[in-house]
């Protein structure tokens, strides 16, 4: 009896360690799989951002105007304010100036300057670079001004006090469904390169690490075969040609946004390598076009620009209705691939995807 007894307590205390050890392992299987934001925070989605009838009339009332500073000038950055403007339209809202920092800190310090001369009570932007934004908005923060930021956060800014939140897309999400069209694409099997962003930008960051991870978790018979970081995309081709040497056995690529992976694509074409099948983040007129043409792109995970636009502005308008925000909110990705490419250009970027797409499609 005592043994059958010591059995059985034994048993007991390994079944509940067992129990422990799969809820532990699930549990940090849900931090992999969900984005966060710069500080760690849990996204809240965008569709949970909304005003009743009562505040949206309020803001009506209210004679608010707000500024648009864009960090650059694409397609994507277009498709960002029209968004906006869509709702500050609905709202009354008078957009008084909007700018274009090109990618400089520098130029993007004298936006702000030009902006608060309007008087605002809303900006919206990307910072460029953390610090240098903790110190170009910070007037901007002084003058009460409600601040919403895309993705990335000036140094030792806090929420609710500094700026009202964050909106960007669903970072896991994008590296999510590139790697479930890679997958696809190859049948589920094969060998794989993943290059990744080489520098320290939680953005791609996150997104690469979650290719890797689904790849990794959900493909068992998909080999990741060679890993290279990309710090200058015009680097892309060499690399990717030094890869394809060494590996000759490579049928797949992960690139990490679309301006390196056109060097992705131009190493497949002189090697001469129809074969491999690549998948990369953004849409971008010179992927989508060898996409349309059966070339080596087979897809482009996407968000969806004119909502983060229209989600920013809607987070302006908390700010001056003093409504709590969440800290950090997400849009969703979605997967472009030469069957939907119109429609997934449309439902990403609010417009037609270029004419010499638009004629293969007609």
């Known amino acids: 009896m005592r043994k059958r007894s010591v059995f059985s307590i034994r048993c007991m205390v390994m079944l509940i360690m067992l129990v422990f050890l799969v809820g532990t392992a699930m549990a940090q299987e849900q931090v992999l799989m969900e984005t966060r934001g710069p500080q760690g925070e849990e996204p809240t989605w965008y569709s949970d951002v909304t005003l009743t009838p009562e505040e949206m009339q309020k803001v009506k009332e209210g004679n608010y105007k707000a500024a648009y500073l864009m960090h650059t000038s694409s397609d994507f950055a277009n498709a960002l304010m029209a968004g906006a403007k869509d709702l500050f339209n609905e709202l ?10 090109a990618m400089d800190p520098t130029k993007q310090k004298t936006d702000v300057e030009t902006a608060l001369a309007l008087k605002p009570d809303i900006i919206l932007t990307l910072v460029i670079d953390p610090v240098a934004g903790a110190e170009a908005f910070r007037p901007a923060v002084e003058a009460g001004v409600k601040l919403v930021f895309m993705s990335n956060l000036p140094d030792g800014y806090v929420q609710g006090k500094d700026y009202v939140g964050i909106v960007t897309d669903d970072l896991f999400g994008m590296g999510k469904v590139a790697a479930e069209m890679l997958a696809d694409a190859l049948g ?12 320290s930008y939680y953005v791609t960051n996150q997104r690469d690490n979650a290719f890797k991870t689904v790849i990794q978790q959900n493909y068992p018979d998909i080999e990741i075969v060679a890993e290279q970081g990309i710090a200058n995309p015009a680097d892309s081709e ?108 449309r439902e990403s970027l609010h417009q037609d995807p270029p004419p010499e797409i638009m004629d293969m499609y007609n």
């Open 238 to 345: 060499t690399i990717a040609s030094a890869l394809i040497t060494q590996h000759p056995e490579i049928t797949g690529f992960y690139v990490p946004w679309d301006t390196p992976a056109e060097g992705v694509v131009a190493a497949c074409r002189a090697a001469k390598r129809p074969d491999i099948k690549i998948v990369t983040l953004d849409l971008g007129a010179n992927n989508a076009l060898d996409m349309a043409q059966e070339g080596n792109v087979v897809g482009i995970a996407a968000d969806l620009a004119y909502m983060l636009g229209y989600t920013k502005a809607m987070l302006g308008v908390y700010g001056v209705l003093e409504k709590p925000a969440p800290p950090f909110v997400i849009v969703p990705a979605i997967k472009v691939t030469k069957e939907n490419l119109v429609e997934g250009w």
């Open 188 to 199: 589920g099997k094969g060998k794989i390169a993943w290059l990744f962003h080489d520098a």
């Open 92 to 101: 009354g809202i008078e957009l008084v100036v909007t700018t274009d920092a």
